[in-house]
């Protein structure tokens, strides 16, 4: 029997029977928790701010903030701290610098100054040094009159804003959304998005008034184009004619309300210089309304209005409805090529068929050309304008089902901001979902166009949200790796071709990528339950595996020796903690998925007890994971003529070849990824697989080596726009002992926000919770609304998708996790009593653990749990 096994026939003894309850020593991590290593917990003095992590943003604390409404993939505008709107990017694509010409305002009759904006103030930032502003901002609304405060809060998906004015006697609220259902994976990417305004009047006048909202066509920018504006119920819509041979020009942006005395104005005046935009405004100043007919085109933009009457004491709200509709593109990422070898299609068997995508409808695209996934859903902007009015309100219902039982949790406040401020990324161009409704992303988006294209295999494996939240988009990146990305060798691209196809394989595999994709294969089973799956994508699984030992350990050690590409977009040569720890991940994600289907294994349990004898003894050095930097005695070609994103070797880089070795290694650094790999295969529901007191003491290294409270004396060359100067943040990694090579790998002296998670949830996984929470607490610092949007952060480009490593944190803290396999619910709390969020393939709630029972509260479709185990409280 092996230790794996034991494990299990152990966990299986002591529940007991028929209650679901099960108490066990902390077999799975807690029992390894300290170091040995008397004094080594060093305690940070993290700065505080003037706010308080997870509570409003007033005053400065305003200026940066713009928070994602929009579905998953299907584009999004973000909605300023102010109320603003800004970051309009519906056209498929990022455009971060996007805000379009529009605003709404509120009018009261008989009022001095009683039109506004419905807007705080505009930041000062916007004045000078943003693009245009040398110009003098021209075309903006900056110089409209606008409300003196402005307080936002969030509560994701939710955000509100509080507005107020002496001018005004109303109280005024604005409230931003879209829809967010997780295991609702189609609500939840529609193209739509809402802004509610309520308006209260709290004192003993009635007010005669007029909301309006008023807007340019911002589609308009293609030259040749027909432009118009046209009719919608208690609305309009702004449109685009494709221009020929040119289908993704076209585009289509509905406004409407749901009141039925709302008077539209499809076209403004149309004039010169700012003609259109002042006498729009003068129509608003003076509480007035205007009536027009969509005309043939050029339309320079359109208002609706809503007058009432506010008696004393009532409230009325206003519900601004907003969907898009580009349903073609010009992208077309990567070249086809058909594996003669392997047959991809549906018809072949592969785990990719349309039956086991998880996805909605499987259909095939009539283009070459990416298709937004909503394109295969409706048939225009009108379908969907009916469907976002019809179902808004049971939308809403369900979305705050989530984010009410999501708030409910009590743990730490920093660690609940930095989870949610990172769900944003599923509602940001960074996420795309194709015509079939498979998954494909971007690693971030730059300001213009997405950035690091094909849900990169590596960087993804850090981003914990989706699996749980939607499991079957999550799966559909599975399918798409083990099926198009990977060649009959096992070669697997770490890129995906857009659209999703059969790529051209001539480059490096991702070691990281690929090896982690072993792991979240174990991951997705154990979440969805889907045995019938596992059993499918099986095959290809072991392919994958036996080309990893295959290229990256041919001489069977147990260890990745061979150089080996890795998300720091360069080859490390010779083993190393950080992708051996993969290695060893991905042999036993294989042992127990082969033993689950009867498979021989023994050549994967050889391999893995080699490796863990090799990691924990000469790849540590007696406080941390480290390199042993190689490349004489390998397989490998020379480094200095070997294929790299590294560039060739000139001739003073052949000297340093000479004394250290190659370029862009770590040797014997601590780098906080060193052990990354038992990280994600916790997260992927595995056993421990590496020494916890050894994997302890590496994070406690990281924390007291690469926490930083101060940056003021970092010298970074490299890209330090993510933290500087008296910023604190965790460097990628550091020399402690000595021995930092002249170029060690190209971002270690960088701060990442998904590495700091990663390191804060490992960290808290193995009890130190408070060394985990001094990490959170100063990357959040930095995010705060000052100087960085605090839903907006960012590694190489804008909504990075490494940052959902923050959501690891929920387990962590809670152990808790359901198996679906077993329908069993696991706890093993470093907080001790805890409410916290729960999200299942089929279903999400709350559980609350107190006095060493959990119970669970099912509020969106169901979890069925036969048995729970509960894992020793103490650390």
């Given at each position: 029997?092996?230790?794996?096994?034991k494990?299990r026939?152990?966990?299986?003894?002591?529940?007991?029977?028929?209650?679901?309850?099960?108490?066990?020593p902390?077999?799975?991590?807690?029992?390894?928790?300290?170091?040995?290593?008397?004094?080594?917990i060093?305690?940070?003095?993290?700065p505080?701010?003037?706010?308080?992590?997870?509570?409003?943003?007033?005053?400065?604390?305003?200026?940066?903030?713009?928070?994602?409404?929009?579905?998953?993939?299907a584009?999004?505008?973000c909605?300023?701290?102010?109320g603003?709107?800004?970051?309009?990017?519906v056209?498929?694509r990022?455009?971060?610098?996007?805000?379009?010409?529009?605003?709404?305002?509120?009018?009261?009759?008989?009022?001095?100054?009683?039109?506004?904006?419905?807007?705080?103030q505009?930041?000062?930032w916007?004045?000078?040094g943003?693009?245009?502003?040398?110009?003098?901002?021209?075309?903006?609304?900056?110089?409209?009159?606008?409300?003196?405060?402005?307080?936002?809060k969030?509560?994701?998906p939710?955000?509100?804003?509080?507005?107020?004015?002496?001018?005004?006697p109303?109280?005024?609220?604005v409230k931003?959304?879209?829809?967010?259902?997780?295991?609702?994976?189609?609500?939840s990417?529609?193209?739509?998005?809402?802004?509610?305004?309520?308006?209260?009047?709290?004192t003993?006048?009635?007010?005669e008034?007029?909301?309006s909202f008023?807007?340019?066509?911002?589609?308009?920018?293609t030259?040749?184009?027909v432009?118009?504006?046209a009719?919608?119920?208690?609305?309009?819509?702004?449109?685009?004619?494709?221009?020929?041979?040119?289908?993704?020009?076209?585009?289509?942006?509905?406004v409407?309300?749901?009141?039925?005395?709302?008077?539209?104005?499809?076209?403004?005046?149309?004039?010169?210089?700012?003609?259109?935009l002042?006498?729009?405004?003068?129509t608003?100043?003076?509480?007035?309304?205007?009536?027009?007919?969509?005309?043939?085109?050029?339309a320079?933009?359109?208002s609706?209005?809503?007058?009432?009457?506010?008696?004393a004491?009532a409230?009325?709200?206003i519900?601004?409805m907003?969907?898009?509709?580009?349903?073609?593109?010009?992208?077309?990422?990567?070249?086809i090529?058909?594996?003669?070898?392997?047959?991809?299609?549906?018809?072949?068997?592969c785990?990719?068929?349309?039956?086991?995508?998880?996805?909605?409808?499987?259909?095939?695209s009539?283009?070459?050309?990416y298709?937004?996934?909503?394109?295969?859903?409706?048939?225009?902007?009108?379908?969907?304008?009916?469907?976002?009015?019809?179902?808004?309100?049971?939308?809403?219902?369900?979305?705050?089902?989530?984010?009410e039982?999501?708030?409910t949790?009590?743990?730490?406040?920093?660690v609940?901001?930095?989870?949610?401020?990172?769900?944003?990324?599923?509602?940001?161009?960074?996420?795309?979902?194709?015509?079939?409704g498979?998954?494909?992303?971007?690693?971030?988006?730059?300001?213009?166009?997405?950035c690091?294209h094909?849900?990169c295999t590596?960087?993804?494996?850090y981003?914990?949200?989706?699996?749980?939240?939607?499991?079957?988009?999550?799966?559909?990146?599975?399918?798409?790796e083990?099926?198009?990305?990977?060649n009959?060798e096992?070669?697997?691209?770490?890129?995906?071709?857009?659209?999703?196809?059969?790529?051209?394989?001539?480059?490096?595999?991702?070691?990281?990528?690929?090896l982690?994709?072993?792991?979240k294969?174990?991951?997705?089973?154990?979440?969805?339950?889907?045995?019938d799956?596992?059993?499918?994508?099986?095959?290809?699984?072991?392919?994958?595996?036996?080309?990893?030992?295959?290229?990256w350990?041919?001489?069977?050690?147990?260890v990745?020796?061979?150089?080996?590409?890795?998300?720091?977009?360069?080859?490390f040569?010779?083993?190393?903690?950080?992708?051996?720890?993969?290695?060893?991940?991905?042999l036993?994600?294989m042992?127990?998925?082969?033993?689950?289907?009867?498979?021989?294994?023994?050549r994967?349990?050889?391999?893995?007890?080699?490796?863990?004898?090799?990691?924990?003894t000469?790849?540590?050095?007696?406080?941390y994971f480290?390199?042993?930097?190689?490349?004489?005695?390998?397989?490998?070609?020379?480094?200095?003529?070997?294929?790299?994103?590294?560039?060739?070797?000139?001739?003073?880089?052949?000297?340093?070849l000479?004394?250290?070795?190659?370029k862009?290694q770590?040797?014997?650094g601590c780098?906080?990824d060193g052990?990354?790999g038992?990280?994600?295969?916790?997260?992927?529901?595995?056993?421990?697989?590496?020494?916890?007191?050894?994997?302890?003491?590496h994070?406690?290294a990281?924390?007291?080596?690469?926490?930083k409270?101060?940056?003021?004396?970092?010298a970074?060359?490299?890209?330090?726009?993510?933290?500087?100067g008296?910023e604190?943040?965790?460097?990628?990694?550091?020399?402690?002992?000595?021995?930092?090579?002249s170029?060690?790998?190209?971002?270690s002296?960088?701060?990442?926000?998904?590495?700091?998670?990663?390191?804060?949830?490992?960290?808290?996984?193995?009890?130190?919770?408070?060394?985990?929470?001094?990490?959170?607490?100063?990357?959040?610092?930095r995010?705060?609304?000052?100087?960085?949007?605090?839903?907006?952060?960012?590694?190489c480009?804008?909504?990075?998708?490494?940052?959902?490593?923050?959501?690891?944190m929920?387990?962590?803290?809670?152990?808790?996790r359901y198996?679906?396999?077993?329908?069993t619910?696991?706890?093993?709390?470093k907080?001790?009593?805890?409410?916290?969020f729960?999200?299942?393939?089929?279903?999400?709630?709350?559980?609350?653990?107190?006095?060493?029972?959990?119970?669970?509260?099912?509020v969106?479709?169901?979890?069925?749990?036969?048995?729970?185990?509960?894992?020793n409280?103490?650390?």
């Amino acid at each position: 029997m092996n230790k794996f096994q034991k494990r299990r026939s152990f966990l299986k003894s002591v529940v007991l029977g028929g209650t679901g309850i099960a108490v066990s020593p902390a077999i799975i991590r807690a029992e390894d928790t300290t170091t040995g290593m008397p004094g080594s917990i060093e305690q940070k003095n993290v700065p505080s701010t003037g706010r308080k992590y997870n509570s409003p943003y007033t005053g400065e604390y305003l200026n940066r903030i713009a928070f994602p409404v929009g579905g998953l993939g299907a584009g999004m505008f973000c909605l300023e701290g102010t109320g603003a709107i800004s970051h309009m990017s519906v056209r498929n694509r990022p455009e971060i610098y996007h805000e379009p010409s529009l605003f709404s305002a509120i009018a009261i009759k008989g009022l001095k100054n009683g039109v506004k904006v419905l807007e705080g103030q505009v930041p000062d930032w916007k004045m000078f040094g943003a693009r245009g502003t040398g110009n003098g901002a021209a075309g903006t609304t900056y110089g409209l009159p606008r409300f003196q405060n402005a307080t936002f809060k969030t509560h994701f998906p939710f955000a509100s804003i509080e507005l107020q004015d002496d001018d005004i006697p109303l109280q005024v609220a604005v409230k931003g959304w879209s829809p967010f259902i997780p295991t609702d994976e189609d609500n939840s990417s529609l193209p739509v998005g809402a802004l509610e305004y309520t308006f209260t009047n709290k004192t003993t006048q009635n007010f005669e008034a007029v909301f309006s909202f008023n807007t340019k066509n911002f589609l308009a920018n293609t030259e040749g184009a027909v432009n118009k504006i046209a009719s919608i119920n208690n609305g309009f819509i702004l449109k685009q004619d494709a221009v020929k041979d040119k289908p993704e020009t076209e585009g289509n942006f509905a406004v409407f309300t749901d009141d039925n005395n709302t008077i539209v104005d499809h076209c403004w005046f149309r004039g010169g210089w700012w003609d259109p935009l002042t006498m729009a405004w003068n129509t608003v100043h003076d509480v007035k309304t205007r009536a027009s007919e969509p005309v043939e085109k050029d339309a320079p933009g359109a208002s609706l209005f809503v007058p009432f009457t506010l008696a004393a004491g009532a409230s009325k709200t206003i519900k601004l409805m907003m969907t898009w509709y580009i349903p073609e593109t010009s992208m077309h990422i990567g070249q086809i090529v058909l594996d003669e070898k392997k047959d991809c299609s549906p018809e072949s068997g592969c785990c990719a068929a349309p039956e086991d995508l998880g996805v909605a409808n499987g259909k095939k695209s009539p283009s070459s050309n990416y298709k937004p996934w909503y394109s295969s859903r409706f048939a225009n902007v009108e379908e969907v304008a009916d469907y976002w009015k019809k179902n808004y309100n049971d939308l809403h219902s369900k979305s705050k089902l989530f984010s009410e039982a999501f708030y409910t949790s009590t743990l730490p406040p920093e660690v609940m901001e930095a989870i949610a401020a990172n769900l944003t990324i599923l509602k940001s161009p960074t996420v795309l979902r194709q015509y079939d409704g498979r998954l494909w992303a971007w690693e971030g988006c730059g300001d213009d166009g997405g950035c690091c294209h094909g849900s990169c295999t590596h960087v993804w494996n850090y981003a914990q949200a989706m699996p749980h939240l939607f499991p079957m988009l999550e799966k559909s990146l599975r399918n798409t790796e083990f099926c198009e990305n990977q060649n009959k060798e096992g070669h697997q691209g770490f890129r995906a071709n857009l659209p999703i196809s059969p790529l051209k394989h001539d480059f490096h595999a991702a070691s990281d990528g690929q090896l982690g994709g072993i792991m979240k294969v174990y991951r997705e089973w154990r979440v969805s339950g889907d045995n019938d799956w596992l059993r499918k994508i099986y095959p290809v699984v072991k392919t994958s595996m036996d080309y990893c030992i295959a290229t990256w350990d041919p001489k069977n050690k147990g260890v990745i020796e061979e150089p080996h590409h890795n998300t720091y977009d360069i080859e490390f040569w010779g083993p190393d903690g950080m992708i051996t720890s993969f290695y060893l991940g991905a042999l036993t994600a294989m042992i127990l998925m082969g033993k689950h289907l009867n498979k021989d294994v023994s050549r994967y349990e050889d391999l893995y007890k080699k490796g863990k004898v090799q990691l924990e003894t000469n790849l540590y050095d007696g406080e941390y994971f480290i390199q042993d930097i190689e490349y004489k005695n390998l397989k490998a070609e020379n480094p200095a003529t070997a294929q790299s994103f590294g560039g060739s070797y000139s001739d003073e880089a052949i000297e340093i070849l000479k004394q250290e070795g190659p370029k862009y290694q770590y040797g014997k650094g601590c780098l906080s990824d060193g052990i990354l790999g038992a990280w994600i295969g916790s997260m992927c529901a595995l056993p421990p697989f590496v020494d916890n007191k050894k994997v302890s003491s590496h994070l406690l290294a990281i924390h007291k080596y690469n926490l930083k409270t101060s940056l003021k004396e970092h010298a970074n060359p490299q890209r330090p726009a993510y933290a500087l100067g008296d910023e604190g943040g965790l460097l990628l990694c550091t020399w402690p002992k000595g021995g930092k090579l002249s170029l060690p790998f190209v971002y270690s002296d960088e701060v990442w926000t998904g590495i700091e998670y990663q390191v804060a949830a490992h960290l808290m996984e193995m009890g130190h919770v408070q060394q985990g929470l001094d990490i959170v607490k100063l990357c959040r610092n930095r995010y705060d609304g000052r100087v960085r949007n605090p839903f907006n952060e960012y590694e190489c480009g804008h909504w990075y998708a490494r940052a959902m490593s923050s959501y690891g944190m929920l387990q962590a803290l809670t152990g808790v996790r359901y198996d679906a396999v077993d329908k069993t619910l696991y706890v093993d709390s470093k907080v001790g009593d805890f409410t916290s969020f729960l999200s299942t393939a089929t279903g999400f709630g709350t559980i609350t653990y107190k006095a060493g029972k959990p119970s669970v509260k099912v509020v969106y479709g169901k979890i069925d749990i036969n048995k729970t185990v509960v894992g020793n409280k103490k650390a």
